[in-house]
């Protein structure tokens, strides 16, 4: 992994057509711009793994939810 300091304003170039600019620097957080080419999807990492997961659930066979859903309820 690459790490650099940058300030706000200042950009990263990831080959000729993806730019990171650093749009803000907060207390406690960086705001991020990208600018990519539109066929590029470009998404945070925590929707991705939500989006796979719901996918992956989608796709259970009905044995596999039921058997789910009865460790979700409480006993009794």
Known sequence: MLVMSRRQ???ILIGDEIEIVIAHIGRSRVKVGIRAPRQMPVIARE???IRDENLRAAGATASELSSLIAR????G
């Open 9 to 11: 304003g200042e950009t």
């Open 47 to 49: 929707i991705k793994l």
């Open 72 to 75: 979700l309820r409480p006993p």
